[in-house]
């Protein structure tokens, strides 16, 4: 719901619901039309509309779906010329959609607001995950485009976009990271309604009076849309000038505002690091925290880093005030590519801005990092500030090709000591991302720590891995990348232990939990010889539970997340057992109560069991003593073409097995037009299921049920 407390609370919440928080209060109308990973905005201000939740104004905002993201663009651009003010949330080709109407409505000079999670564009392949490529797509439409690279910023600076757009006149594209920011949970300070209304202040008014005064409505009559020839439409165009030259004072202003209630420093152009830094990195989005939290790792490195909040219009006198003076060598990090260009975009922005001042003679580098959500580590930043020869450069892949890419040092961890970190690995469709969340809202909302989770999300959704990271700690968390490293590991699918390496993850003295149907006495016969060296070796302390067994049990089946939620939390201490189960049965209540009483007591069985039925297994110290041998579900060779089977075994098989991030660029050049063979999917096996349907004729009452064989030797149940 809605925060309509009068105090600046914490909560734990993602990126897209910061900004429908923003949006909603500031907002009298929203056109929706959902697009991965936008849509929940869209939810969230329907929800609220749904449940008469007021904005700034004590108003109900008119939230309306419509037939596509054009349409919901035509309809804001409608909106805003009745004079009301407008949203809309999108992403990738969502936000390509409305690319006609950003140019009208920026064009008319009108304040809408469209908050974007941004995406890959579809070029040689359709992607799901998230880079800068929607966004540097519209910097020729005139919308303003403005920058945030937290969750906390999401909610800290989305009201100037709002702001800024009425004041100045100008729509605003508000984005950030998408899944990375907009899917992220943080535990972040909240905007209440009282202090949103107070930054709405006398120029803002007079803003909204003027855009009143000039709405088309019967008493007062206007024409837009109307054609002009050669003769005036340069200088008619030209005549929009002073509104993009007085936005940048403008943005100002309200981030001012901003800082005045919170303390901060906000700017177009923030700076971070060393006031002495020969080498600064000039960057926008969710790798600004990352390269923060390496410079914290380095104190005695002259390293700084300029983060970008006020793309457009590009404002040179701010970036060159928030430039120190000690600087030798500026790289531009920039999360898209642009083929043909000389330079990405914001590179070239950087280069123009230097031309003519002091910085002219800097040595001025350039990288692309992070297309498709590629994770960029702080080893990588370590790569770009060590680089002193490649002009041009790519970080996060292998460039064997036209060799871009930089090497990868090796480097110690940069997150602070006391981060806690955690990876779940879960079968989409049962429950483990939803746990998860659950797991960083409790802690989040009911202790002194900070916490993050972050969810990976294979493209096939139902049924495809699911991987979720979470960090708790007292410190902050700048961590915008994947752990790799982990203090905890769950494998909520058995199987998973025979196709991927993730005990290997957990760090010397770690915790490592496992659901299976195994009993301690069967273990040394199914785990694979790998798992249990590694085991051994690095003194992991091992934990098992029958969650598909308990699951049964209590009448939940497949649905296993609540009891494995319990046995992290059993497992790990970080709440105290008894405060972990309250909270627990705390939060099943709030969500299943109006399902009734017999589901609530399903969830508390299960989170006793959860907790109760957890066991800590004894590592046998011969286990430390076996060969590494690879234990595989590998797919046997099917029949195909030659060019078939290359696919599959060079590209297919390691992507199937979680290596794809560790193929080189030649290995996609018979494919770098997006061309794959045909027939690859009756080579895909997934091979992660713990039961399989068998037929038994002579049982068989034509009833269409199946019977189900369990991963347990000679067990038989009927699932009707």
């Not at 090497?407 to 940069?414: A, N, Q």
């Not at 309250?582 to 006793?608: F, H, P, T, W």
Request: glycine share 8%; aromatic share 10%.
């Amino acid at each position: 719901m809605f925060n309509q407390e009068n105090t600046r609370s914490q909560k734990t919440m993602d990126g897209n619901y910061a900004a429908a928080h923003i949006a909603y209060a500031y907002s009298e109308t929203a056109a929706i039309y959902p697009i991965t990973p936008s849509s929940p905005m869209a939810e969230l201000v329907d929800e609220w509309a749904g449940n008469d939740a007021k904005n700034i104004f004590g108003q109900t905002p008119v939230v309306s779906q419509m037939q596509s993201e054009a349409g919901a663009a035509g309809a804001v651009h409608g909106a805003l010329l009745a004079g009301a003010l407008a949203t809309t949330f999108t992403s990738s080709q969502g936000l390509l959609l409305m690319i006609p109407n950003i140019y009208r409505i920026a064009g008319e000079l009108l304040p809408g607001v469209i908050h974007v999670a941004a995406r890959t564009i579809a070029t040689h392949a359709l992607s799901i995950f998230g880079d800068h490529s929607d966004i540097y797509a519209c910097r020729q439409t005139g919308a303003a485009i403005f920058a945030e690279g937290s969750v906390q910023e999401v909610m800290d600076l989305s009201p100037a976009a709002h702001l800024s757009a009425l004041c100045g006149s100008i729509p605003f594209l508000n984005f950030f990271d998408g899944f990375r920011t907009s899917h992220e949970l943080h535990k972040i300070h909240v905007w209440d309604r009282k202090d949103l209304s107070a930054l709405f202040d006398e120029e803002a008014k007079a803003a909204l009076q003027r855009f009143r005064e000039r709405a088309i409505h019967p008493a007062n009559a206007r024409i837009y849309g109307s054609a002009q020839n050669p003769d005036i439409f340069f200088q008619a165009r030209e005549a929009s000038n002073p509104f993009y030259i007085a936005l940048p004072e403008i943005v100002e202003r309200q981030l001012d505002k901003i800082n005045q209630k919170l303390g901060s420093h906000y700017g177009l152009f923030d700076y971070y690091g060393s006031p002495e830094a020969s080498h600064i990195i000039i960057a926008m989005g969710s790798v600004c925290e990352t390269i923060k939290e390496y410079i914290d790792s380095v104190p005695y490195e002259r390293f700084g880093l300029v983060c970008v909040h006020l793309y457009r219009p590009f404002s040179a006198s701010h970036l060159l005030s928030a430039i120190p003076s000690t600087v030798k060598q500026i790289t531009v990090l920039s999360r898209t590519k642009e083929p043909g260009s000389i330079g990405e975009p914001l590179y070239l922005d950087v280069l123009a801005a230097l031309q003519g001042s002091p910085y002219q003679s800097v040595t001025l580098f350039s990288g692309r990092y992070g297309l498709s959500s590629k994770d960029t580590t702080p080893a990588q930043i370590a790569a770009v500030y060590r680089n002193q020869e490649k002009k041009f450069f790519t970080i996060g892949i292998e460039d064997d090709v036209t060799g871009l890419s930089l090497p990868l040092p090796k480097i110690p961890s940069t997150a602070p000591q006391d981060i806690i970190s955690c990876k779940f690995w879960g079968l989409g469709g049962d429950g483990t991302v939803s746990a998860t969340k659950n797991i960083v809202k409790i802690i989040g909302n009911n202790s002194n720590m900070t916490v993050q989770g972050y969810f990976e999300y294979d493209s096939k959704k139902s049924r495809g891995l699911t991987i979720s990271h979470l960090r708790f700690g007292q410190s902050p968390i700048r961590s915008a990348y994947l752990i790799r490293e982990a203090d905890f590991v769950a494998c909520h699918n058995p199987v998973y232990l025979h196709k991927y390496d993730m005990v290997q993850e957990v760090k010397d003295g770690g915790i490592f939990l496992l659901n299976c149907y195994f009993k301690e006495r069967e273990l040394d016969e199914y785990l694979p010889q790998k798992v249990k060296a590694y085991i051994a070796k690095h003194h992991i302390k091992l934990f098992l539970i029958d969650a598909i067994r308990i699951g049964k049990d209590v009448g939940l089946n497949g649905k296993i997340s609540t009891i494995l939620q319990a046995a992290f939390f059993a497992a790990s201490g970080i709440l105290p057992a008894e405060d972990a189960k309250r909270l627990m049965k705390d939060a099943a209540l709030q969500s299943y109560g109006k399902k009734g009483e017999n589901i609530v007591q399903m969830n508390c069985e299960a989170i006793d069991r959860g907790f109760s039925e957890l066991v800590e297994i004894t590592v046998p110290a011969d286990w430390a003593a076996l060969a590494d041998s690879k234990a595989s579900l590998d797919n046997p060779v099917l029949p195909g073409s030659s060019e078939l089977i290359a696919f599959v075994e060079n590209i297919q098989q390691p992507v199937t097995d979680q290596r794809g991030d560790m193929l080189p660029v030649s290995s996609f050049l018979p494919y770098a037009d997006g061309y794959t063979p045909p027939g690859s999917s009756a080579h895909e096996r997934r091979n992660v299921t713990t039961e399989i349907p068998v037929w038994k004729p002579e049982n068989c009452i034509q009833c269409g049920l199946s019977l189900i064989h369990i991963s347990e030797p000679t067990r038989l149940r009927c699932i009707g």
